[in-house]
């Protein structure tokens, strides 16, 4: 079966500083990864999509790393903001999943002033 | 803004009875997702409807059903309602079917059901 272990669970920074999210997924054959964002109560929205080819993709403070060889992708947040709150959901695809994604549980991340 | 609208933005509605979700997707998508998202849980994908063919199915019960109507939007009708149901309805859509990495996934603002 098809599982995206996101950590961890919850993460409270101070702004300004830095963060790695971390994902761990057994999806396999391998077709892309996602990063979202979940702000509370709406709905994600994407940051980044990475293909098995790349492995590394930024999005503005957002940096996504892939390592498709250990099935392992991170989310640095560089020095993060209080608007950064929110949900981190990493989203992995496959060949062989029809047209189903397989949804990480997140990382609700909170910035603090 | 994503493109996606979802009505209504809330419902509270008691067990037993019947609801109707509506999504309109961005102009020029194809592909319509509904996702399931319970309180302090992860998304679950329910259904996928491309231009009006039911695409792919997930976890959804059979107490669910969804439709996608020539104009493109979509329906999703939760009946038999019970207390569990109280979630987040998201709807996405997408130009295409696939879940190659250049077919993005735009995700609604959800309805929120509250199932009393």
């Known amino acids: 079966k098809n599982q995206v272990e996101q950590s961890p669970q919850s993460l409270i920074i101070l702004e300004g500083k830095n963060c790695t999210l971390q994902c761990n997924y057994t999806v396999s054959p391998f077709s892309n990864l996602r990063w979202y964002k979940q702000d509370t109560g709406r709905g994600p929205v994407s940051l980044t999509i990475m293909t098995f080819s790349e492995n590394t993709k930024s999005n503005g403070r957002y940096t996504a790393t892939l390592d498709a060889d250990t099935k392992q992708s991170s989310l640095h947040i560089t020095a993060s903001q209080l608007s950064d709150s929110a949900s981190y959901i990493c989203?992995?695809?496959?060949?062989?999943?029809?047209?189903?994604?397989?949804f990480g549980g997140g990382t609700r991340l909170m910035v603090k002033p | 803004d994503s493109g996606v609208t979802q009505t209504p933005k809330h419902l509270i509605t008691a067990t037993g009875q019947r609801v109707t979700l509506r999504c309109s997707p961005r102009?020029?998508?194809?592909?319509v997702y509904w996702y399931q998202q319970s309180l302090d849980q992860g998304l679950q994908f329910l259904i996928q409807?491309?231009?009006?063919?039911?695409?792919a199915k997930g976890n959804i019960l059979e107490r669910f059903s969804a439709q996608q109507f020539p104009d493109l939007h979509s329906e999703l009708n939760l009946s038999s309602l019970e207390l569990g149901d109280s979630a987040l309805y998201f709807c996405?859509?997408?130009?295409?079917?696939?879940?190659?990495?250049?077919?993005?996934?735009?995700f609604g603002p959800g309805t929120r059901l509250t199932v009393l």
């Open positions: 102009s020029g998508d194809l592909s």
């Open positions: 996405a859509s997408s130009v295409s079917s696939g879940t190659s990495g250049s077919n993005e996934q735009f």
């Open positions: 989203v992995v695809s496959d060949y062989n999943a029809g047209n189903m994604l397989t």
């Open positions: 409807y491309y231009n009006g063919e039911e695409r």
